[in-house]
């Protein structure tokens, strides 16, 4: 029963049409960075070493007061 409920939701998923990111900004010293403009690339890595990247990202955003950052 669960295999068939299983198969039933698999069935019908979809793939999400955008992705998210969530991060908090540190600089090299661990100090949050919150308020400042920065700039941040992403890429999305497929495969064991040696890997590939595909879906490189460079995102802007300027960090709330806790560092926290989110694009999508």
Partial sequence: MFGVLSGLFMGFSQAPEKMSYQAVIRNGSGQLL??????VRVSVL???????KFMPKD???IP???GLSAWK
Wanted: aromatic share 0%; hydrophobic share 35%.
């Fill in 34 to 39: 919150g308020n400042q403009s920065i700039a």
């Fill in 46 to 52: 497929q495969g064991l070493p040696p890997v590939q």
């Fill in 59 to 61: 995102l802007q955003a």
């Fill in 64 to 66: 709330m007061q806790t």
